[in-house]
């Protein structure tokens, strides 16, 4: 049997990331709860495409 992981889904990063901020979530529960949701992959894909922040 081959695992295929589920697409990132950033709507559950963004969650993760905003818990955090509101001191709800210790940093490791964050990271484990973006890390299951695909932050690796949008940012693989976002390297990939040469994406710069505060550039449009």
Request: negative net charge; hydrophobic residues 45%; proline residues 7%.
């Amino acid at each position: 049997m081959s695992f295929e992981a589920p697409a990132p889904d950033i709507k559950k990063i963004l969650a993760a990331w905003e818990s955090w901020e509101r001191g709800e979530e210790q940093p490791g529960r964050t990271l484990a709860s973006m890390k299951t949701a695909g932050l690796a992959v949008v940012l693989q894909d976002l390297a990939a495409r040469g994406w710069v922040p505060g550039e449009k």
